[in-house]
């Protein structure tokens, strides 16, 4: 009986010393005295809510992963420390005095450093171990965008007012397409300085829509209004693409193996797709019904299932009264996102369309009101924190894109110098 009991006690005291530990690696061994060692921490609820801290044994660091909200300064002056379970008792600050579980106690050193030391000493003060504690907390607001107009555009922003404009990221540089021949390029690897270069396109008809520019497969696409296809490598010199020109109504969307379009054949109007530039197309089915032509803006995404998906939206009829995107999966299958409640979209002038984290949303001409949704069905104002900046409302002539590392970029044309403008954003939770 004595012998189980031992044996039963020696397998607690194993279990406790494993319980709560943050391992660096499967590699390192932790030296853990029972007497001294801290299982569990926490603080009293932050805007009703409880954060969660995590103990490195390792390092004997006590933080929280999740960061506090911003402005949890506020209330980390006298906050209770509602939990601190170890075996031994605790001391703090520069005369070691007793902390009392329980009880208000000021964290704000603590705030985004290990700033606070607590000693934690056995019973029998014999041993004694420090831990440190860093409490993290945001420092901007995770869900408002950070804004900046970027300056030192060139003068060649005034002499290219146009109707038709089309900005894209490749390859960290952006690429402004202007008027029928100008083409502005910069480096956006740079926080500081955007060092902006001027050239004169090559190869393009005067019929060119700058608008239909898509990167796809590192090569550049643009179509005309008669109905060819040209191809650039650097956006500077194009070509005709023989093969792929004559018909070409609308270029839709650039997914990762296939760039999607609509071709007319037979005086019908086909989706169709092609996956090089030197393959012919492959015709689809015939277009939908209210499908739009003009002026489409498209994005493409990965669904959370892992499934590469677009969504299109485009200049609607003049009769319609709302803004209808429509999805595909395939690029030739479209489905439209049409609803008969009155949760839809409203009819917009030369929209935008992006997905971005994880929600949907349009914008148009105007810059003043933008619209979200969930799933692309249900869509309202975006009455969040997530706006656009105000100085961009009134403007009509703009080209909006997202780069890879989710900032959105939006040129607006002005009538000079002070009302061209560039901005650059991102939501502060993808930082």
């Not at 006690?9 to 030296?31: P, R, S, T, Y």
């Not at 179509?223 to 191809?231: A, F, H, T, V």
């Not at 996956?275 to 032509?293: D, K, M, N, R, Y």
Request: contains cysteine; glycine residues 8%; hydrophobic residues 40%.
């Amino acid at each position: 009986m004595r012998t189980k009991l031992l044996l039963a006690i020696a397998c607690l005291l194993c279990v406790c010393v494993g319980f709560g530990a943050c391992m660096k690696g499967d590699d390192q061994n932790v030296e853990v005295n029972i007497s001294t060692y801290v299982t569990a921490f926490g603080i009293d609820t932050i805007y009703g809510k409880y954060y969660k801290f995590t103990v490195d044994q390792v390092n004997h660091v006590i933080f929280n992963a999740d960061s506090l909200p911003l402005g949890s300064d506020t209330l980390l002056n006298k906050i209770i420390i509602d939990t601190f379970s170890t075996t031994g008792y605790i001391t703090s600050g520069l005369l070691d005095s007793l902390l009392i579980v329980g009880q208000p106690a000021n964290l704000l050193p603590a705030i985004n450093k290990p700033g606070i030391t607590f000693k934690i000493i056995s019973n029998d003060g014999s041993r004694k171990q420090e831990y440190s504690l860093q409490v993290n907390v945001h420092k901007v607001d995770p869900e408002l965008a950070t804004w900046k107009n970027v300056k030192g555009l060139p003068t060649d922003f005034v002499a290219a007012k146009s109707t038709d404009q089309k900005i894209l990221v490749r390859d960290d540089e952006l690429m402004a397409f202007l008027r029928g021949d100008l083409l502005l390029k910069s480096d956006i690897t740079s926080e500081t300085a955007y060092a902006w270069k001027t050239y004169t396109m090559t190869g393009l008809p005067a019929d060119a829509m700058l608008h239909s520019t898509l990167c796809y497969n590192d090569t550049l696409y643009m179509i005309s209004q008669s109905g060819d296809l040209y191809n650039s490598v650097d956006g500077e010199v194009w070509e005709m693409n023989e093969i792929l020109s004559g018909g070409v109504r609308t270029l839709l969307a650039a997914f990762a193996d296939k760039l999607t379009a609509i071709k007319e054949e037979d005086g019908e109007l086909r989706y169709c797709l092609t996956h090089a530039s030197t393959e012919a197309w492959t015709s689809g089915v015939l277009v939908h019904e209210g499908f739009p032509i003009d002026k489409v803006s498209s994005d493409v995404y990965v669904s959370g299932t892992g499934v590469e998906r677009a969504i299109l939206v485009g200049m609607p009829k003049s009769e319609e009264y709302k803004t209808t995107p429509w999805m595909t999966i395939d690029g030739d299958d479209w489905g439209a996102m049409s609803t008969e409640t009155s949760y839809y979209c409203p009819m917009i002038y030369n929209p935008s369309v992006m997905f971005y984290n994880k929600f949907f949303y349009i914008v148009g001409d105007e810059l003043g009101e933008l619209y979200e949704s969930m799933g692309g069905l249900v869509w309202g104002l975006s009455t969040g924190k997530f706006q656009l900046p105000e100085e961009l409302e009134g403007h009509q002539q703009y080209a909006l894109t997202v780069d890879d590392a989710n900032y959105i970029w939006i040129l607006v044309i002005g009538n000079d110098n002070e009302n061209t403008q560039l901005w650059r954003g991102r939501l502060n939770v993808l930082n």
